[in-house]
């Protein structure tokens, strides 16, 4: 392959994004993939914008920094290796990890927000959308984020109706006409986890 093949990968929050990333990445070695998740751009907590209550919104395009984000990008097209500190959600729980991204021929970048920031989604090959119902992503999301983030039932519930779904409606679903490939994963992901991996195993033999 000439230059990377960059995968973008959106849906709303609890669709299963996450879980289809890591099923592909199991059918590649290390070498061949590189995955780039919005999650590590957070800006901090204290530039975080709040709503009328005082609670702040991290689901905005404005709580991530896109300028970053897509530097780095760039950076792994040049053929160099990018160190970016985890982002830990504000879990007192986690210690943040360094994480390094070394540059691969495919380059599968994840998040809420990468087709509404244009110079993320001017770099993008192949367009994915993980599409589910709204009542799983609710449930998925409350089992993300009690374990995983250490926010409280109540917490999560009224950032989904205050700030998750408004977000999803008016940042990411818009850009769902134009997608390449929309994933249903209502039930599971598997028939699109083989005609994705098989077309990219194909991709790395160009």
């Known amino acids: 392959m000439s230059k990377p093949y960059?995968?973008?990968?959106?849906?709303?929050?609890?669709?299963?994004?996450?879980?289809l990333i890591s099923a592909l990445a199991n059918q590649f070695s290390e070498g061949q993939i590189c995955i780039?998740?919005?999650?590590?751009?957070?800006?901090?907590?204290?530039?975080?914008?709040t709503d009328q209550?005082?609670?702040?919104?991290f689901d905005l395009p404005?709580?991530?920094?896109?300028?970053?984000?897509?530097?780095?990008?760039?950076v792994l097209l040049?053929?160099?290796?990018?160190?970016?500190?985890?982002?830990?959600?504000?879990?007192?729980?986690?210690?943040?990890?360094?994480?390094?991204?070394?540059?691969?021929?495919?380059?599968i970048v994840e998040g809420l927000f990468?087709?509404?920031?244009?110079?993320?989604?001017?770099?993008?090959?192949?367009?994915?959308?993980?599409?589910?119902?709204?009542?799983?992503?609710?449930?998925?999301?409350i089992k993300r984020d009690a374990t995983e983030r250490n926010y409280p039932l109540d917490d999560v519930l009224y950032r989904?109706?205050?700030?998750?779904?408004?977000?999803?409606?008016?940042?990411?679903e818009p850009y769902l006409n134009e997608m390449d490939l929309i994933v249903n994963n209502n039930d599971n992901f598997n028939p699109a986890l083989e005609v994705l991996s098989g077309f990219l195993k194909m991709k790395?033999?160009?």
């Open 78 to 107: 040049d053929g160099k290796t990018v160190g970016r500190e985890e982002y830990t959600f504000n879990n007192d729980l986690a210690t943040p990890k360094m994480k390094l991204f070394h540059p691969a021929p495919i380059i």
């Open 62 to 74: 404005h709580s991530i920094d896109d300028e970053a984000f897509a530097n780095d990008l760039q």
């Open 160 to 172: 989904y109706e205050h700030h998750v779904q408004p977000a999803y409606q008016r940042f990411i």
């Open 204 to 206: 790395l033999t160009l």
């Open 114 to 141: 990468i087709f509404h920031f244009e110079a993320v989604k001017r770099l993008i090959d192949l367009k994915i959308f993980v599409h589910a119902s709204d009542h799983l992503k609710i449930i998925r999301r």
């Open 6 to 19: 960059i995968i973008g990968i959106t849906g709303g929050s609890g669709s299963g994004k996450t879980s």
């Open 36 to 49: 780039v998740s919005q999650d590590d751009y957070y800006r901090p907590r204290e530039e975080q914008l």
């Open 53 to 57: 209550q005082g609670i702040k919104n």
